[in-house]
């Protein structure tokens, strides 16, 4: 049985049709929408793309039935160029995802963009509330990452880098800024950051994700969507996907980013 195509623009022999190497490629795909409809398909050299045009539809391949639809294989295969983050990587929570398409429909506007991409936040409950019982109890740091690595930063210092590109953006157009922490760790070096914040011994251990899903994150009744975001985050951080660093914040600032142990200082109520 042959599969039923959508419609879509006449192809250009060989090449198909390259509707991003145009000078207004909006304007052809607004056309292309016009003319054929919601969904349509169009062929560059020998791979299809579909192209869907109603928030329904992008609702229902990012929301409802993800695990259906995969990014392609140019960007599976460059995850070295990309990197690990929202362009390349699968099993994104629906916050990541739309953020993913925020960022596409700003680029696709033609309004000057500055991508600010910050990793995991340190105000994240995962670093905080949900990491204080263990803590004030006995001493342990206890996070369902396994052997992945991760580098939060502090939500203050994104908010210095997005303040000092705001002052200054003109030289920032077009940039994708990835900001982290000043190092990535595994548990037992947050473990190391966590006692030097507490001016304490502090032990790292890991917990088992379904574990910790059951015992810790939906005791809590949050909004389905939350819960959904943090039992992702904690995924991701098992697989590694936040084990980078970079030092966007101190080049644009002047002024690197806060440790761990830096931030715990700086909070003790919440870990007493």
Not at 30 to 38: Q, V
Not at 56 to 83: C, H, I, M, T, Y
Not at 85 to 107: I, P
Not at 156 to 164: C, E, G, I, L, Q
């Amino acid at each position: 049985m042959v599969a039923k195509l959508p419609p879509g623009p006449e192809n250009r022999g060989i090449v198909g049709n390259f509707p991003m190497g145009s000078k207004d490629p909006l304007g052809v795909f607004r056309g292309w929408a016009g003319r054929y409809g919601d969904i349509f398909y169009y062929r560059v050299l020998y791979r299809k793309v579909y192209f869907l045009n109603h928030p329904d539809l992008v609702k229902q391949v990012l929301v409802g039935s993800p695990q259906n639809f995969v990014k392609g294989e140019a960007l599976r295969n460059n995850r070295r160029v990309f990197g690990k983050g929202l362009l390349t990587s699968e099993g994104e929570s629906h916050q990541h995802r739309l953020h993913y398409l925020a960022e596409h429909v700003l680029n696709w506007s033609g309004v000057p963009v500055v991508h600010i991409r910050p990793t995991a936040f340190l105000d994240n409950p995962l670093f905080t509330w949900f990491a204080a019982p263990s803590l004030r109890e006995r001493d342990l740091l206890v996070l369902p990452f396994g052997t992945g690595r991760t580098s939060p930063i502090a939500t203050s210092d994104v908010a210095r880098t997005v303040a000092a590109v705001l002052l200054d953006p003109a030289h920032c157009i077009g940039d994708i800024y990835e900001l982290t922490g000043p190092a990535s760790l595994d548990i037992d070096g947050l473990a190391t950051e966590y006692a030097l914040g507490l001016r304490r011994p502090i032990r790292g251990t890991d917990i088992p994700h379904e574990t910790w899903v059951q015992e810790v994150l939906k005791p809590l009744g949050l909004p389905s969507h939350l819960e959904q975001h943090l039992a992702t985050m904690a995924l991701l951080h098992r697989a590694g996907r936040y084990d980078r660093a970079t030092d966007y914040v101190e080049k644009i600032t002047g002024q690197g980013s806060s440790t761990v142990g830096q931030y715990i200082a700086e909070h003790p109520e919440m870990f007493c």
